[in-house]
C-alpha cells in the first residue's frame, strides 16, 4: 500500500504562485509514476501533470504548460507541482496519484488540496 498526503494549496491572486507537495509513504518501493490531477466544482477531473518516480521523463497537459512543472525528490518521497501564472480557472481541488508497478492506471490517491485563485 501507498500513501499519499498533499499540502501547500491555499488562496492567491491572479499572476501569483503556489507549490504543491505530495508526500508518498508504505510501499514507495512500488511507484512507477506519480501524477497530479485537479477537479474544479461542476466538472470532470483533469490531469494535469505526470513524472517517472525513478527517471527525468515529465509529461504537463497543454492547458498548463509552460506556467506548471512537475518535480519530484526520492530522498524525500515527494513530488512537487510549480504553479506560477496561476489563473481564476486554474481554481480547482488538486489531487496527486501513483501508479505502481502492478497497475496500468493510478491506483493510490492523496485527499486532495485546494487551490483558489482570486481575479
Known amino acids: 500500500q501507498v500513501q499519499l498526503v498533499e499540502s501547500g494549496g491555499g488562496l492567491v491572486q491572479a499572476g501569483g504562485s503556489l507549490r504543491l507537495s505530495c508526500a508518498a509513504s508504505?510501499?514507495?518501493?512500488?511507484?512507477?509514476?506519480m501524477g497530479w490531477f485537479r477537479q474544479a466544482p461542476g466538472k470532470e477531473r483533469e490531469f494535469v501533470a505526470r513524472?517517472?518516480?525513478?527517471?527525468?521523463?515529465?509529461y504537463i497537459a497543454d492547458s498548463v504548460k509552460g506556467r506548471f512543472t512537475i518535480s519530484r525528490d526520492n530522498t524525500k518521497n515527494t513530488a512537487y507541482l510549480q504553479m506560477n501564472s496561476l489563473k481564476p480557472e486554474d481554481t480547482a481541488v488538486y489531487y496527486c496519484?501513483?501508479?505502481?508497478?502492478?497497475?496500468?492506471?493510478?491506483?493510490?490517491w492523496g485527499q486532495g488540496t485546494q487551490v483558489t485563485v482570486s481575479s
Open positions: 496519484a501513483a501508479l505502481s508497478d502492478y497497475s496500468s492506471q493510478y491506483d493510490y
Open positions: 513524472i517517472l518516480w525513478n527517471g527525468i521523463n515529465t
Open positions: 508504505g510501499r514507495t518501493s512500488s511507484i512507477r509514476v
